[in-house]
């Protein structure tokens, strides 16, 4: 079975739009029998999507440093929980569970991950598709920032051309499905 590791706040954030899109998200992957790999806490958008994929049957698998099961109370009904010592180690043990990454909306933990992956995805570390779910703008000004970056000569255009982006949840896993990296 192939896995997607989603990125996403621990807050449900004020947007009802980021937990509609949590649930269509979750909704597509089981679908597809494709399982969650997430941050393993039970409150939020993670909460959410990890809940409804476990309800419609799906996988799900949760890494959470052990500082944080308690922090961010870790979800007990998955289908398989790490734990383990360091944020360092929770990214390290995502990627290696994961066929591509997804950011969802999130605070600067969720965009640390993604651009995490990316950079690792630039420097040949891995050749996973690297997604935004950019639910109701939400990274229209980093998508920006990141074409800044292009013409100010930061960031190769054909790197940042490599990513998926779509507003909505179920067209970015047809993207996803559909790209070259995620075909090998």
Not at 26 to 48: D, T
Request: proline share 2%; net charge negative; with cysteine.
């Amino acid at each position: 079975m192939k896995r997607i590791a989603v990125f996403c706040g621990s807050n449900f954030g004020t947007d009802p739009g980021f937990s509609e899109a949590s649930v269509i998200l979750a909704k597509s992957l089981v679908e597809q029998n494709i399982g969650l790999v997430y941050g393993g806490g039970s409150g939020g958008l993670m909460g959410r999507i990890a809940d409804e994929v476990l309800r419609l049957g799906g996988e799900v698998i949760g890494v959470i440093p052990n500082k944080l099961v308690k922090k961010e109370i870790a979800h007990n009904n998955l289908t398989e929980l790490f734990v383990v010592e360091t944020m360092h180690e929770r990214k390290a043990k995502m990627a290696e569970l994961s066929d591509c990454f997804i950011a969802m909306a999130g605070g600067i933990g969720t965009l640390e991950e993604i651009i995490e992956v990316f950079t690792w995805s630039q420097l040949d570390y891995h050749d996973k598709p690297c997604a935004f779910l950019n639910t109701n703008g939400y990274y229209d000004t980093l998508l920006r920032f990141m074409e800044e970056m292009v013409v100010k000569g930061f960031l190769r255009k054909e790197q940042k051309e490599k990513l998926i982006i779509d507003s909505d949840p179920a067209a970015l896993l047809r993207k996803i499905l559909l790209s070259e990296k995620w075909q090998t």
